[in-house]
C-alpha cells in the first residue's frame, strides 16, 4: 500500500499541490487525471524524488519515506515509465535493460552476455511480450520499446509502477499489448498509477481514480461507480461541451484540391482524393497507415515519385508541382515542437513567421514589428489564447496555447486549404473544445480541412467525410451518419486483422 | 490552476528566464569592464591616441569576420575556412600584382576569391546537406593548400603604390575602419529590420518550422555563406594592404578562436537563433583589448595565447548558461 498524504508543494509563492491525499493498492491501477497544470505532474515528481514536498508524507508498506533525489525513489522501488523512452539503440535489448547494472564474468571488466540474456528473457516470458533478448533495439517497433522500460524496471525490483501517458505514440493494437501488460503487472500484485489524458483509457484499465484541479483533489473513488461525462465534468469542473455535430453534404461543392496517385516508398500504393471547399475530410487509419506519410508526400516534403496535385484557382483545376502547395496550406504538423513552433521567439514573431511579407514596410521594406505585435494581440483575442501578451515567448505556453498559435500563423497567412495532423495532441480537455471550434470555424468560412486524427470522438464531431486509409490504400470512404464511433472502430480492426 | 494563477506562474517562470539572461549578459559586461580598467592602469600609454588607432585598426580587420561569421552563427552554422579563404585570396592578388597585374582587377580578385569559397560552402552545406563544421574545416584546408602554393610558401611583397589606397587616412581614420562600421551599420540592420533577416533567425531556431512556414531555407543558409564569404574577401583586401605583403601565414592560428569567443561574447551561440552585430563587434574589442593589454604590458605572446584559450573556454561556457 502507498499512501502519499497532505501532500503541498509551493513553487514561486504559487500553491502546485494543496494538500493532497493519493492512496494506492497492491494489484490495482490507479489513474490519475487533471487537465495540465493540474498538478498530476508535480505529485508524481515528487514520489520519483525529483522535486521534495513541502509539507506531508509518503508511506509505503507502512514505512515512512524521504526521499532526496530520484535515485534514493528508485531504490525504494518506485519506477517511472515514460512517454517516450529512451534507449541505446545499437546495443541489444537485454543490454538495455540492464544497463544500469550489467552483470558481470569472472573477470571483472567483461560483460556476462549470456546471463544476461536468460534473465531478460525470462522477465519478457512474464509479460508475453515477443522481442528476444539478443535483438537490437533499433530493430524494435517504437510501440514495443515502452515494454522493454517496463522490464527495466522489473528487474531492478519495482512495486511502485508510474505510467506517464504511455499511449500517446501507441497505435490501438500497440495499446491493447499495453494494457495486457497492465493487467499482468496487477497479477503480479504490483502499485500501478496510470497517467493519461483519454479517459476512454481510464475507464478500461484502471480500478480507482484520483481527480486533481488546481492542485487540489477534487475526488477519488472507484472507477466502477464512475463514468466518462462524470470523471470530465470533474477534471474540468463544469459539463464539457461536446461540438453538436454538424455533418454537410458536401457532394455540391467546389473542389479546391485533387491529388493523384501518390506514393511513398512501401508505404503508399497510388492514393487518390479531392478536397471541396468548407468541408472537413478525414483520413482515418491506424498508426503506421501511411497518413503522415501521405501529407508529406503531397506537401513534397519527402521526395516521391510519382503523384499529380491539382489546385483550384478560379474554378480551373490547375496542376502545380507538389513543392508549391506548401506555400498555399496551413499545415499544423504532428509534432509541433519538432517542426510547428520557434521556442524561444515570442508569440507575435510565431504568428507572422508565414505571411512575412504583409508586414514589410511600404519605403524601405523593414518589418514593421508594431504591426506584427498588434496583429497577433487581435489573435490572441479571437482564439482565445491564454497569454498576457505578444511578448512572451513560445516555450512558456501551455501545449493547448501553442497549438492555437500555430492555428494563428496559418489563418494570418490566409491559407484556403488546412492540413491538420493530430491538431490536439497533447493538449487538455478544455483547450480542445477551443481547438475544435477554431476548426469548425475555418471550415464555415469556406476553407478546405484535412484532418488527421488518431482520436475517434474527434474525427466523429469533426469530419464531414472520412476517408479510411489502410495499407497504404483508401480502402472506404464515409460520410453523413455513417461516421460513428462502431464503423469507425470497425475499420480500425479491420486494418489490425490484414 | 485557475486561470489567473496559471498566467501568474507562466509570468514569473518567463520572468527567471529572460531574467537569467539578463544576469548572465550584465554579469559578462560587467566583468569585461573591470577586467579592461585593472588592465588599463597598469598600461601607461593605453589612451593614447596612437594605441586606440592601432586597437582600431586591429579590430576592423578582423572585424570583417566577426561580422560574417555572426550571421552564420545565427542560421545555426559554423565557418572555419576564413582564415585560409584570406590567405588564398591575399596570395592571388599579391602574386597577380607583383606581376605587373592592375590593382582594382586585383582587388577585384581578391574579393571573388572570398565569395567562391562562400559559394562552395554554401552549395555543399545548403544544397549537399553535409556538416557545416567538416564541409568548412575542408575548404580550410583547401585554400591554405591554395595559398602556400601560389605563393611557393615564401613572402609576396613590393605592391604596387596605388593599392595602398586601402590603406590611407581620412584624417586619422583609416579607410578600412570606416568601411568595417559602414558594413557593421548595414548588417546590423539588415538582420535586425528586413524579412530576410528575420528568416535567417528563424532558419538558426528551428529549420524545420521554417520550412514548413514557407520559408527557403536552401537559399537562406545559402545566403548566410555567401556573406560570409563576401566579407571574408573585403577584410582580405584592407588586411593586405595593411600589412603590405601576402603570405600563406599572414592569419594567425588564433584568429578563428578570436572571432567565435567574441561573437558568442556578444549574445550569439553555438545553437543557432541568436546573435546581434553590436555584440558581436563589441566583444570584439573586448578580445583585441585584452590582446593589446598583454602586448603593452610585456607578457609573452605564448602566455598571452595560454590565458586566451582559458578566457574562451569560459565564454563557451557562458555560451551554456545563457541556453538552460
New interface residues.
Given amino acids: 500500500m502507498l499512501t502519499m498524504s497532505s501532500i503541498s508543494k509551493k ?2 509563492g ?3 499541490l494543496d494538500n493532497v491525499t493519493m492512496a494506492a493498492k497492491e494489484g490495482r491501477v490507479l489513474g490519475l487525471v487533471g487537465i495540465n ?3 498530476k505532474s508535480t505529485l508524481m515528481n515528487i514520489l520519483g524524488g525529483v522535486f521534495k514536498q513541502d509539507n506531508g508524507k509518503i508511506i509505503l508498506n507502512n514505512k515512512e519515506l524521504t526521499f532526496n533525489s530520484p535515485i534514493d525513489a528508485y531504490n525504494e522501488g518506485i519506477a517511472f515509465i515514460h512517454q517516450e523512452p529512451q534507449f541505446f539503440l545499437t546495443l541489444t535489448v537485454a543490454e538495455n535493460i540492464f544497463i544500469s547494472d550489467l552483470y558481470m564474468s569472472k573477470f571483472p571488466i567483461v560483460t556476462d552476455k549470456k546471463k544476461m540474456m536468460q534473465e531478460a528473457s525470462k522477465y519478457l516470458a512474464v509479460l508475453s511480450a515477443d522481442i528476444k533478448p539478443q535483438q537490437l533495439l533499433e530493430d524494435i517497433a517504437i510501440g514495443q520499446r515502452q515494454v522493454i522500460e517496463i522490464v527495466r524496471a522489473l528487474t531492478s525490483g519495482a512495486n511502485v509502477i508510474i505510467f506517464d501517458e504511455p499511449t500517446s505514440s501507441l497505435s490501438l493494437n500497440e495499446k491493447d499489448n499495453l494494457f495486457r501488460t497492465i493487467r499482468k503487472l496487477k497479477k503480479e500484485e504490483k502499485i500501478i498509477i496510470y497517467i493519461s489524458h483519454f479517459l476512454d483509457e481510464i475507464i478500461d484499465i484502471c480500478d480507482d481514480y484520483l481527480v486533481l484541479r ?2 487540489k483533489m477534487v475526488q477519488s473513488g472507484l472507477i466502477k461507480d464512475t463514468d466518462k461525462s462524470d470523471l470530465s465534468r470533474m477534471i474540468i469542473g463544469q459539463e464539457i461541451d461536446r461540438l453538436e455535430r454538424a455533418s454537410i453534404n458536401t457532394d455540391n461543392k467546389e473542389t479546391i484540391l485533387k491529388v493523384e496517385n501518390v506514393y511513398h516508398s512501401n508505404l503508399l500504393h497510388g492514393v487518390d482524393l479531392e478536397l471541396k471547399k468548407s468541408e472537413v475530410l478525414g483520413i482515418w487509419g491506424l498508426m503506421g497507415s501511411g497518413r503522415t506519410e501521405l501529407v508529406r508526400a503531397i506537401l513534397g ?1 519527402d521526395r516521391v515519385p510519382g503523384g499529380k496535385c491539382y489546385m483550384n484557382e478560379n474554378g480551373q483545376m490547375k496542376e502545380i508541382k507538389k513543392a508549391e502547395l ?2 498555399s496550406v496551413g ?1 499544423v ?1 504532428e509534432g509541433r515542437h ?8 515570442p508569440v507575435w ?1 510565431n504568428v507572422t ?2 505571411n ?2 504583409a508586414y ?1 514596410s511600404k519605403k ?4 514593421d514589428n508594431k504591426k506584427e505585435r498588434s496583429k497577433t494581440e487581435k489573435f490572441i483575442e479571437l482564439l482565445n489564447i ?3 501578451d505578444a511578448n ?2 513560445l ?4 501545449g493547448g496555447n501553442q497549438q492555437k498559435v500555430i492555428f494563428a ?1 496559418w489563418i494570418d ?1 490566409g491559407a484556403d486549404i488546412f492540413i491538420l495532423d493530430e491538431p490536439t495532441r497533447g493538449v487538455d480537455v478544455g483547450a480542445k473544445l477551443g481547438i475544435h471550434k477554431i476548426i469548425r470555424n475555418l471550415a464555415s468560412q469556406g476553407i478546405g480541412v484535412l484532418l488527421i486524427t488518431s482520436e475517434i470522438d474527434e474525427m466523429v464531431d469533426l469530419a464531414d467525410r472520412v476517408l479510411i486509409l489502410c495499407n497504404g490504400e483508401i480502402v472506404s470512404e464515409l460520410s453523413g451518419n455513417d461516421i460513428n464511433n462502431a464503423n469507425l472502430m470497425h475499420f480500425a480492426l479491420e486494418g489490425v486483422k490484414e | 490552476m485557475n486561470t489567473q494563477s496559471k498566467q501568474l506562474f507562466g509570468g514569473i517562470t518567463n520572468i527567471l528566464r529572460e531574467d537569467r539572461k539578463i544576469r548572465v549578459n550584465s554579469i559578462v559586461g560587467v566583468l569585461a569592464v573591470i577586467i579592461l580598467a585593472v588592465l588599463s592602469c597598469q598600461v601607461k600609454n593605453f589612451f593614447s591616441i596612437q594605441n586606440v588607432i592601432n586597437v582600431l585598426e586591429q579590430v576592423s580587420s578582423v572585424g570583417f569576420f566577426s561580422l560574417g561569421l555572426t550571421c552564420v552563427l545565427i542560421i545555426g552554422g559554423i565557418d572555419l575556412s576564413v582564415p585560409g579563404v584570406i590567405m588564398a585570396a591575399s596570395c592571388l592578388g599579391g602574386s597577380y600584382m607583383i606581376g605587373g597585374g592592375n590593382w582594382i582587377l586585383a582587388a577585384l580578385m581578391i574579393l571573388s576569391v572570398g565569395i567562391i569559397f562562400g559559394f562552395i560552402n554554401g552549395i555543399a552545406i545548403a544544397k549537399g546537406k553535409m556538416i557545416p563544421f567538416i564541409v568548412t574545416l575542408s575548404t580550410l584546408v583547401l585554400s591554405q593548400g591554395i595559398a602556400a602554393y601560389l605563393s611557393a610558401s615564401a613572402t609576396i611583397y613590393g605592391l604596387p603604390e596605388d593599392f595602398f589606397i586601402f590603406n590611407a587616412k581620412i584624417g586619422i581614420v583609416p579607410v578600412g575602419v570606416i568601411v568595417f562600421v559602414l558594413a557593421a551599420i548595414l548588417l546590423s540592420i539588415f538582420l535586425s529590420r528586413t524579412k530576410t533577416g528575420r528568416c535567417f533567425f528563424m532558419v538558426g531556431e528551428n529549420i524545420e518550422t521554417a520550412r514548413i512556414s514557407g520559408i527557403n531555407t536552401t537559399k537562406i543558409t545559402f545566403l548566410a555563406y555567401i556573406i560570409s564569404g563576401v566579407l571574408a574577401g573585403t577584410g582580405a583586401i584592407f588586411l593586405t594592404a595593411r600589412l603590405g605583403t601576402a603570405t600563406a601565414t599572414m592569419v594567425g592560428d588564433t584568429v578563428t578562436n578570436d572571432t567565435i569567443a567574441a561573437c558568442i561574447i556578444g549574445g550569439a551561440s553555438l545553437n543557432g537563433g541568436q546573435g546581434n552585430i553590436i555584440g558581436s563587434v563589441l566583444g570584439l574589442i573586448f578580445i583585441t583589448l585584452i590582446a593589446n593589454c598583454f602586448n603593452l604590458l610585456g607578457i609573452s605572446y605564448y602566455v598571452g595565447m595560454a590565458i586566451k584559450g582559458l578566457i574562451i573556454m569560459a565564454v563557451i561556457y557562458i555560451d551554456v548558461l545563457r541556453s538552460h
Avoid: I
Wanted: glycine share 10%.
Fill in positions: 513553487f514561486q504559487v500553491r502546485a497544470g493540474a498538478g488546481d492542485g516534403l506548401l506555400r499545415y504538423t519538432f517542426d510547428g513552433l520557434f521556442l524561444s521567439m514573431k513567421s508565414a512575412m511579407n514589410k524601405l521594406k523593414f518589418m491564454k497569454v498576457p512572451v515567448r516555450a512558456n505556453l501551455s500563423k497567412k
